[in-house]
């Protein structure tokens, strides 16, 4: 969660508000709004409190028109009913909840099936908030596994985690969080991921397990998830270094199993021990599910394994989180079953197929260059083309926010910091006709961008709400 400042100053101005937020009578009704930063005196009614906060939400930006979000901005309505109608369920209390803790153990094994588990009966796995905490969870496992395997060493030796500098926020969290190396790989030149030999090279006898990115969020691109494991498995016939992978793959595991089905990334490979996604991204849910996923139940430690029984009925638990509520993972049921493979398949084709026409659109504009085209992750980057200097990408993500599109814009990390681009996330109910009018409103800055005499942002941190 972002964290908070109270107010600086206090706000000691008086707000008027519409008197017709009175509840009956506009005159002798509301005239003041309630203090912004410390609790009210007293009460307001329901509707004029929610007006209050509907009015102030208006000003946020339009969710189905955010191309910097992977998280899913639609689901049908029937969902939306199930979600309500769970809300007030804790997921933890599976002894009061049994059928939507049965919910969860069924999408659990759906995915390992999906995934290619030797065993899908054999693997384990549990619903999270989102693919961060189930990052963190892959990461804990990997980290007690090595730690039992170098019990003579550890504590002192310090394991290390060998990764891209692509990789997203979450796993420096967890280096940070759980003391560990943060090995990353640098970009070069055209290369924007994980070099798989590159990544053996910086293996050691103190690594605890190499994270590979099934879809970068900074272009969109898989990470050659086989090609690593078999430059681990060289490594170990030279070292006897035997270096587990997990797949990250919080929007790619999610794409890759239907449209991609010739691509070998997940338990198919004997080395990849663990894996997650993000429910909520391409598993096409509202935001708060995520999931993890190990092969077999050697692969998480008992031990970081809890049980309580103070709900009711003993119940094992691996999270981070506690409490939380059941609607998302009720909600994931509810899509796998609605969809199935050939749902599935018809939608991130679909949501592919936008990508790569909207890229292609915007390769022929002449201004722009493009990193990726869409056809792995239905995601594209591009930048400006070299004979463009009045203007950038941070001036076209300003202004296009004011057609309402949230186009971010951000400069690679190290290695390639010189290169600054623009992204577009295709997601299910980003539709052609929704990509017609991007075209119309970008097409239609480009002539008064061309005459600036030069780029226009001051404050690059300012100029789009992303920041990477």
Known sequence: MPLHQGQQKPDARSHRVNPFYGEANPVSGMVEAPPKHRLP????????????????????????????????????????LLMAECRDKN??????????????????SMLADLWNAPDPSAAVGCSTTGSSEACMLAGMALKRRWAKRNADRYPGARPNLIMGVNVQVCWEK?????EVEARQIPMEGDRFHLDPEAAAELCDENTIGVVGILGSTFDGSYEPIQELCAALDRLQERTGLDIPVHVDGASGAMVAPFIDEDLVWDFRLP?????????????????????????????????????????GGDMPTFALNFSRPGAQVVAQYYTFLRLGREGYRAVQQTTRDVARALAERVDSMGDFRLITRGDELPVFAFTTAPEVTAYDVFDVSRRMRESGWLLPAYTFPENRE???????????????DLADLFVEDLTRLLPELRRQPHPLTRDKGEATSFHH
């Open 41 to 80: 005196d007293g009460p307001l009614p329901p509707t004029i409190a929610a007006q209050l906060v509907h009015d102030e939400l208006m000003l946020d930006g339009n969710s189905r028109l955010n191309l910097a979000t992977f998280v899913t901005t639609w689901m049908e309505p029937q969902a939306g």
């Open 91 to 108: 997921m933890i209390d599976k002894d009061e909840y049994p059928r939507t803790a049965e919910l969860e153990r069924r999408c659990v």
């Open 174 to 178: 967890f280096c940070n969080f759980w």
């Open 271 to 311: 080395r990849v021990s663990s894996i997650n996604t993000s429910g909520h991204k391409y598993g096409l849910v509202y935001p708060g599910v995520g999931w993890a996923l190990w092969r077999t139940a050697e692969e998480l430690p008992e031990e970081l394994v809890f049980r309580v029984n103070y709900l």
């Open 418 to 432: 010189d290169l600054s681009v623009l992204r577009v996330v295709c997601r299910n109910g980003f539709s052609s």
